[in-house]
């Protein structure tokens, strides 16, 4: 059974950047499609970014061109770079795979001043 633990969250200023990462357990890494997901508070879970096998990318239009999401293979992790954020991105940040699997604890973002 695979699990996701996600890491590096917390309280960045409007405009600032910060690094997730997540790591996932289980044998098999390489060959899903890995995503990133959050939910603001009030509100339902949503689709961040994904990343293929291939490394073909995927993005929702409200973080396009601010968010990078890429994969390191070997150590079984998936990242998400994101910028010039908002306050808007205040969000627990999760990862999962395709198909989607149980979902681990989240990371928070605050992005306030």
């Known amino acids: 059974q695979v699990q996701f633990v996600e890491s590096g969250g917390g309280l960045v200023q409007p405009g600032g950047s910060v690094r997730l990462s997540c790591a996932a357990s289980?044998?098999?890494?390489?060959?899903?499609?890995m995503g990133w997901y959050r939910q603001a508070p009030g509100k339902q879970r949503e689709f961040v970014a994904s990343i293929t096998s291939s490394r073909a990318t995927n993005y929702a239009d409200s973080v396009k061109g601010r968010f990078t999401i890429s994969r390191d293979n070997a150590k079984k992790t998936v990242y998400l770079q994101m910028n010039s954020l908002k306050p808007e991105d205040t969000a627990v940040y999760y990862c999962?795979?395709?198909?989607?699997?149980?979902w681990g604890k989240g990371t928070l973002v605050t992005v306030s001043s």
């Open positions: 999962n795979r395709t198909p989607l699997e149980n």
């Open positions: 289980g044998s098999i890494f390489s060959i899903y499609t």
